[in-house]
């Protein structure tokens, strides 16, 4: 017994490859150096003044800042409108590519392709859509439904937030889908087929097989879509100006205009504290069971 | 592609395909405007009402953004930043990928774990110290410091795409080389590289449509050398729609056309393949 278990040990010993670690070695190295250590440094500057003093001073500051909290209402009207309508869209999108329609192969070609479009584009897409000379004020008027163009990017109307939620809409749903047909593609068909002999209706398959298998791709798609709504910004400035702000924005502005990197950390900090909650959140609800994991 | 659940009646084939194709209409038509008035004259952009049908054929607009103060510079500067990205993670994080893909050793879960969980950080944080630190050391206002940012967000990226292309090369050919005299090193430059050689361009364009695209980092991290985004974002406000327009299109259509060419891999980002 004694000797077998030197020997396994020797195995081991044997085995223990540096060829990995020397491989990983850079990797690990840059992102130690431009990722974990900005976000020290980002803590830093919200929290320590510029000769070395602990302060809340800039948290409080901006909590107080007028700004502050319409960029907070905006962003979290945003998340909560953006989110769910590209869920459910991308959802739609993923089962329909799935049943096997003639051309289907096209249908995934052309849903990807705002993967590939910038938040800036986007938002000057959907800008020369409802600006005031614009090509929906111009349907509208083809139509007879209006006699001169109305003013959607007027910012104290609701217009604007909508207009930025088409335009994020029709950009980043395309991530939620290539995530949910990568899901539903690893679904093994006998689930379906036997969901099927024991008399599920369409409903009942998709509801009861379909997407608790699918809560993987869910929660990575849904963690993924909120933390980059979260931290939206060009498609905000490119659609609506200068009339609705965003944390984000607020963010941008303090570094650019008011020459603040303390108050722009103190943003970030933010920022990053609300996607790590919802991450967690996201975490803790849609719980993956481990005989899930396909 | 495979077929999941057989429709229910009262759903039949026709209303699929009727709703797969409103689907494929909001997304194209956006993308049709936005061509058309960037090819339509100046006049027709300040036309009231506009006609969604194109009605003349001009590069005036184009050209009146070419040839805008700082914009050629700018484009330049876009295709140099995204270059040094690409360059820069792939020979950072394709090493990675390969071990991933090849090796089995302790601490593999907890890396592929702290890969992943960078993509839970907001990328707004990461420039604004780095900011403060590219002036100290000089780098302020430079490709280079863009690069830098935008190689940070790319690299988990690229090590995961480049391990599932080395997951897809096959392990017994690198050693069948192996066996027939290539040391560790030739059985990879001679087998699998050239095997990964797709794989990893499409990777690579990944990286240089996330770099062109970007805004946030390029215009935080610049002043007079911007990128194309960056000098876009800055000169938003204040300039014409033509501009605007022309802008918008400009850097829509490389994306899209990158994004052509690598559809394929599209679903490999996310560990499984399409087809």
Not at chain 1, 11 to 16: A, D, E, K, P
Not at chain 1, 159 to 180: D, H, K, M, N
Not at chain 1, 256 to 263: A, D, G, K, N
């Amino acid at each position: 017994m004694k000797s077998m278990a030197i020997g396994l040990k020797q195995v081991r010993l044997r085995r223990l490859n540096l060829e990995p670690y020397i491989l990983l070695l850079p990797s690990m190295v840059y992102l130690a150096l431009f990722f974990a250590w900005p976000m020290f440094q980002a803590f830093r500057l919200a929290f320590q003044t510029d000769d070395g003093h602990l302060t809340l001073s800039y948290l409080q500051r901006m909590f107080g800042d007028a700004a502050f909290i319409k960029a907070l209402r905006t962003t979290i009207v945003l998340v909560v409108s953006i989110v769910p309508i590209q869920f459910i869209l991308a959802l739609t999108m993923a089962i329909l590519v799935s049943e096997r329609l003639r051309g289907a192969d096209l249908f995934v070609y052309i849903y990807s392709i705002p993967l590939a479009v910038s938040d800036l584009a986007a938002g000057i897409i959907w800008f020369s859509i409802f600006t005031e000379r614009g090509y929906l004020n111009s349907l509208l008027y083809n139509l007879g439904l209006i006699q001169k163009p109305f003013l959607f990017l007027d910012y104290r109307t609701p217009w604007p937030i909508v207009g930025i939620v088409l335009a994020e809409v029709w950009r980043a749903t395309s991530i939620v889908f290539v995530i949910l047909v990568a899901g539903l593609q690893s679904i093994p068909r006998d689930y379906i087929e036997a969901a099927e002999i024991f008399g599920a209706n369409w409903f009942q398959r998709v509801w009861k097989v379909i997407l608790p298998l699918l809560r993987p791709s869910i929660q990575t798609a849904l963690i993924l879509r909120t933390i980059l709504a979260v931290q939206v910004f060009a498609v905000v400035v490119a659609v609506a100006g200068r009339g609705v702000t965003v944390l984000a924005a607020e963010a941008y502005r303090w570094y650019s205009e008011y020459r603040s990197p303390h108050m722009a950390a103190a943003y970030a900090m933010f920022i990053l504290v609300i996607s790590l909650a919802s991450a967690f959140i996201y975490l803790r609800t849609l719980r993956v069971r481990e005989e899930m994991r396909l | 592609m495979r077929r999941l659940a057989p429709p229910p009646r009262l759903v039949g084939r026709g209303t699929m395909y009727l709703m797969a194709l409103l689907i494929a209409l909001w997304i194209l038509i956006p993308i049709y405007l936005i061509t058309m008035a960037a090819f339509s004259p100046k006049d027709v952009i300040y036309s009231w009402p506009k006609s969604l049908m194109p009605q003349s054929f001009s590069l005036e607009t184009l050209l009146f953004f070419l040839n805008a103060y700082g914009v050629l510079a700018s484009v330049r500067n876009s295709v140099i930043v995204a270059l040094l990205t690409l360059a820069l993670s792939l020979v950072v994080g394709a090493p990675a990928g390969y071990a991933l893909a090849r090796f089995i050793f302790r601490g593999k879960d907890v890396y592929r774990l702290m890969i992943l969980s960078t993509r839970a950080f907001p990328i707004v944080i990461l420039s604004i110290p780095l900011a403060v630190a590219f002036i100290r050391w000089n780098l302020y206002d430079t490709v280079i410091s863009v690069a830098l940012v935008h190689t940070a967000m790319a690299l988990p990226t690229t090590i995961l795409v480049t391990s599932s292309v080395f997951i897809g090369v096959s392990k017994e050919l690198e050693e069948a080389a192996m066996v027939l005299g290539c040391n560790r090193l030739q059985a990879f430059t001679k087998v699998a590289l050239p095997l990964a050689l797709p794989g990893l361009a499409a990777s690579a364009i990944f990286t240089f449509v996330l770099s062109w695209n970007e805004v946030f980092a390029a215009t935080i991290l610049t002043l007079y050398n911007r990128t194309l985004p960056a000098h876009l974002f800055v000169q938003l406000a204040a300039s014409p729609l033509p501009f605007r327009f022309a802008g918008g299109f400009f850097i829509l259509v490389p994306a899209i056309v990158f994004m052509f060419f690598v559809r394929r891999y599209l679903f490999n980002l996310w560990g499984i393949t399409l087809k």
